[in-house]
């Protein structure tokens, strides 16, 4: 081998997404740091790959979160000895999560993975998996470079992301740094599959769910833009930046050099699903007012989030990013050319999950989990 990676966040999809790029190069070995309860999705990930692949792939029981990431002393050891790459992917997202868990995953986690990265006699690059979101509720431009400049938070996900980001520009002293930050991440441009429909598939679920001949109204004016991008392409980003030696020290915002806004989002997910398009909006206002109606409390921290981010007037800039991925062919895909796979997706967790209600009708299930 000549490489070894240890990754953490398996088996998230991110995280899996990470792997699989990784692997792609013959010659790399990945550790992953899997908590216990998650060994068994860890396990089948792996036992999907071709036996190759599977033969490159070691799975070490661990947390993030703990002292020398729930390893023994002799495994710590060891790793330090042999890690090349670390790519720290194990982080909280879900923006419904609470302060105490955020900080756990995103902080305690980050500061135990950069523990490694000190121990490691040749360790090349430390891959931080952050979230364009650490702009908070800025507005206009953001550059790569900047971090905390007294921006307002919206939820546990962002405040503990801006820290742990803190946490890695100081260890990059003597850290060899890398930061990606993606903006809103969905699902595989290619297959669908997303761990969660939350943010922007809020939205296709309200359609699939309406009306066929309903046109649901914008919940804003619809004019900001929306920056998402796929897993997919956010982990063969980040596996291209975290080999390349002239990343270490800088930070690269993964996102779409042409967003569209929330009236363009809504246009083409309504074609994809077979939906009339909006007509007129909502005041965000209200809408916010709507999300409070009792019953949706279970729900109202995640779509209230994400309602916030569609009336954000915020662009990223992305130098960094395209500067060393020039050339490579590692270009995001414009939204409308996977909008029909998020929604044909979407359309068969709700199908399989309405045929599960008809076989157990006293199980209720959250629709977004």
Do not use: C
Request: charged fraction near 25%.
């Amino acid at each position: 081998m000549t490489e070894t990676v240890v990754l953490t966040g398996v088996p998230t999809l991110l995280a899996r997404r990470v792997a699989e790029r990784l692997l792609d190069t013959k010659g790399t070995r990945i550790v992953a740091i899997v908590r216990s309860k998650f060994k068994e999705g860890a396990r089948q990930f792996v036992d999907e790959l071709t036996a190759e692949r599977r033969a490159r792939v070691t799975i070490l029981d661990g947390d993030a979160a703990s002292m020398d990431l729930g390893l023994s002393g002799q495994e710590f050891k060891r790793l330090a000895a042999e890690v090349d790459v670390i790519h720290h992917a194990a982080q909280a997202s879900w923006v419904g999560i609470d302060e105490k868990s955020a900080e756990a995953f995103n902080v305690r986690a980050t500061r135990e993975a950069l523990e490694l990265a000190r121990a490691a006699s040749h360790l090349r690059a430390f891959v931080h998996h952050s979230t364009a979101n650490v702009s908070g509720d800025r507005r206009g431009l953001v550059l790569e470079s900047e971090l905390d400049l007294g921006q307002g938070t919206r939820n546990a996900v962002e405040a503990t992301k801006i820290r742990a980001e803190k946490i890695v520009r100081a260890a990059a002293r003597d850290v060899p740094a890398i930061v990606v930050r993606p903006s809103q991440v969905v699902g595989d441009s290619k297959t669908g599959e997303v761990d969660r429909l939350d943010g922007p598939y809020l939205l296709v679920l309200l359609m699939l769910t309406a009306p066929p001949d309903f046109a649901i109204p914008l919940p804003t004016e619809g004019d900001a833009q929306l920056n998402m991008v796929p897993v997919d392409w956010v982990a063969a980003a980040s596996v291209a930046i975290g080999r390349d030696p002239r990343a270490v020290g800088q930070t690269f915002h993964l996102v779409d050099p042409r967003p569209p806004t929330v009236r363009e989002v809504f246009e083409v997910l309504a074609r994809a699903a077979g939906r009339r398009s909006p007509r007129g909006f909502i005041p965000a206002n209200l809408t916010r007012a709507i999300l409070r109606t009792p019953g949706l409390e279970r729900l109202a921290r995640s779509p209230r989030a994400f309602l916030d981010q569609l009336a954000n007037h915020v662009h990223y800039s992305a130098r960094n990013t395209e500067a060393i991925l020039a050339g490579r062919g590692i270009d995001p895909p414009s939204f409308d050319s996977y909008a029909d796979v998020m929604v044909n997706h979407v359309r068969g967790r709700l199908t399989a999950e309405r045929r599960r209600r008809d076989a157990e009708p006293e199980v209720v299930e959250d629709p977004l989990v």
